[in-house]
């Protein structure tokens, strides 16, 4: 099991940038494929970003590639997000997610494990 705590959400001007971090507990962090996902009222959360177990594979939707970049160091047992060129519909409480297995799946049924989730405000 791994429990997750997710960090470095704010408030931003549009066109800005912020990095989110989430630590993880636990031995094991590098046997977990992680996942930033984001949810904003009213609608369904949405895959942002995803990283393989070694590092090695990235990938992330249209609607961020360019400006989002996923990065983890299995020695800190932490995952990171940095968000340039913020716009106001990136506005939505972002979680952290953590599953066992190989690859990189877009899909936040796959995984098991959930962080709290931090807010993330982009003002235009």
């Known amino acids: 099991q791994v429990h997750l705590v997710e960090s470095g959400g704010g408030l931003v001007q549009a066109g800005g940038s912020l990095r989110l971090s989430c630590a993880a507990s636990?031995?094991?962090?590098?046997?977990?494929?992680m996942g930033w996902f984001r949810q904003a009222p009213g609608k369904e959360r949405e895959f942002v970003a995803g990283i393989s177990r070694s590092g090695g594979g990235k990938t992330y939707p249209d609607s961020v590639k360019g400006r989002f970049t996923i990065s983890r160091d299995n020695a800190k047992n932490t995952v990171y997000l940095q968000m340039n060129s913020l716009k106001p519909e990136d506005t939505a409480v972002y979680y952290c997610a953590a599953r066992l297995g190989l690859g990189v799946i877009p899909t936040s049924d796959e995984y098991a494990y959930w962080g709290q989730g931090t807010q993330v405000t982009v003002s235009s």
């Open positions: 636990g031995r094991t962090f590098s046997s977990y494929g």
